[in-house]
């Protein structure tokens, strides 16, 4: 069954002269339990994609399904859990504030929400900074504190843009094992990245996007073989393949 | 209502964390003692100017605080994309909106409380003892109304303020477009009525209708100002009065439901 769905989705910032296409019809399925690796070097599209699908932006054609709900038409967020690239919280709120703001807006019941807070928080090893303005929080832990967000409501879809980035050795390994988990839950993930090794040990399938244009998408086998030795190279040869040929 | 009540408490909440509101409320506390001082350096109806400037300190300080508080806070929800917090949830932006509004109003509304009570102080203190002079129909009533009154009129501003945050691109643009608002919304009844009165130019003239539209589309928020009414204790009008409130509750809903419109056709890029 289809988690997400595009279809021929396009999209252009700016307008006259100063108009730039980001997004060029792109046509995209995310099965439902499968973890789904957005790769693409900075500026191909992949933010864009994220925003079009929260319905942050719209697109200038096509339309994008979220398990059969049209985005910007149907109400489809309770089934979301979002990570930002960058997490920006309200500094002077604590962490339970904004796990009590956030579960309670996406409809958590008091004790059930209680529950899951400490459980995440412990999990994410936030619980003894639960109390603290979030303002006094390093990067790491405002990424960790992002993801506990995008767990609390205990959704079906995950959409984390770049969850490793910022992180220490330690962050990356809680992430990584947060979304492994997730994966054993039959949840569906899509994540953007530029950590190839994470991609290549979490992913069922993944897409890659070059300056708006869809490259390729399948199964990390289909790629190795053909295109590389690894997902780096790849990774790489897709992406200077494309290139030359805009070139010329 | 739920989804509005819970984004009003956590703006409300971070917003009265914030210590730039301790710095609004420690100069107007500062602000009031050099009340009580300057009031001392009247030798006659100390009374009245000890009202008045209580009253403007609240009106002033409430200017700030929407100005250096509640402008910068939802200018940097949207430039800082906090707003993404709120909005990759099951809420919509109307939700958001009505629900910032809200937090923020109640902001304003504490801080004219606070201050009310500041400036209440600073009036009783610098006319007692003093033997003064007291205007023969003041009443705390009166002076509490005008504080209403006044608050009501910081809610409209905010209101304003919020369709050009809404509309801006940078939350400095918003800013200065605030200011120009609030100087706009205070000075164009006077301007057209001495126009008028002067006959400088002709009722149909181009520069007449122009002020004339202005005056339409903006409120007028000096019919707010009561500072004089409180500091002579002049008769009221309740009927008038009445209008004023009908007047200025709906200028903000109305303003809000056009912030939202425009809202819900900007893309969060």
Redesign the interface.
Known sequence: MTAIQFNNVSKT?GQGLKKQKVLHDLSLSIMTGEVFGFLGPNGAGKS?TI?LL?N???PDQGDIHVKQCRVGKD?Y??H?G?L?E????????TAS??MY??G????LKQDQLKEQTQDILKRLKLDHAQSW?IGTYSKGMKQRLGLA?ALVHDPEIYILDEPMSGLDPMGRYLITDVILELKQRGKTVFFSSHILSDVEKLCNRIAILNKGKHLFSGAIDEILPQYGSNLEHAFMNIIQTDDRGKNG | MDKIRLIAWITFKDCIRNKALYGIFFMGLILFSANIIITGMFTWELGKVAVDMGLSIISFSGLIIIFFLCLPILGNDIEKKTVYLILSRPVTKAHYIIGKYMGLGLIIMISSVFLGLCAALSVKISVMGAGTFIPPHFSWGMFTLSICYLTLSLLILLSLAFFWVCTSTHHFTAVLLTIMTYFICHNMENVKNIILSTKIMSSDSLSIKVINAVTWILPNLTAFDLKTTAAYGLPVNTLSLSWLLIYGVSYSVVCIMLTVLIFQKRELS
């Open positions: 910032y864009t925003k929260l942050f932006i719209r109400n967020l309770h979301i979002y930002p960058t997490p920006c919280f309200y500094e002077n709120l504030e904004i703001f956030s309670k807006i996406s409809g303005q967000l």
